[in-house]
């Protein structure tokens, strides 16, 4: 499934944008928006006017980093190389049941593979938590999906976290015996 935006009559010669754009394509839960404002500059990778944009969803997605999970999906935005003068709004829509644990909804954010180093880079964004959105401005297309980070604890704390929980269930434990035993003790008269 894609969607295909053809920007034919609507971009000049000098590749300026004529009149405001806005395409979308939803994929199950996840949706993606993007928006071109009147006056932009958008030039394909030879620096040519761009002719069309295409939006694709992405279900699997590698060379993600290891402490990195995406929620929803990744979509495609091609072609790669294209380039937008101001930044184009893209929009992407999430289910907060998708979010993994351990991963806060404010710290959601929009990140974008770059195929040449093989690296994934976050974007400043907007969480609107409200609407189930995250919004980003990106100045070329490429592969995009929203993203949050786990951030393992670190190995002392690991232990530190067990031992504190191993104590208050023994002590916890104890009170609790105490209290039955004190509870079914013969009455004194």
């Not at 907060?96 to 806060?104: E, K, V």
Request: aromatic content about 6%; some cysteine; charged content about 15%.
């Amino acid at each position: 499934m894609l969607n295909e935006l053809a920007l034919g009559g609507t971009v000049t010669e000098n590749g300026i944008v004529s009149e405001a754009l806005r395409f979308s394509l939803a994929y199950g839960a996840t949706e993606i928006l993007v928006q071109i404002p009147q006056g932009t500059r958008a030039l394909d990778e030879a620096g040519s006017p761009l002719e069309t944009i295409i939006l694709r969803p992405v279900v699997e997605i590698s060379e993600l980093p290891v402490d990195w999970r995406i929620v929803g999906l990744a979509f495609d935005l091609s072609p790669h190389g294209a380039v937008f003068n101001p930044p184009l709004s893209v929009s992407l829509g999430y289910d907060i049941a998708s979010c993994p644990r351990g991963i806060p909804e404010r710290d959601l954010a929009i990140a974008c593979y770059d195929a040449e180093t093989g690296k994934w880079t976050k974007i400043e964004c907007i969480v609107n938590a409200g609407n189930g959105t995250v919004t980003g401005r990106l100045s070329h297309l490429a592969l995009v999906a929203i993203v949050g980070e786990i951030t393992p604890l670190p190995p002392s704390m690991g232990w530190w976290v067990i031992a504190v929980a191993v104590i208050a269930v023994v002590v916890i434990g104890i009170a609790a015996t105490n209290y039955v035993l004190w509870r079914s003790r013969p009455a004194i008269r």
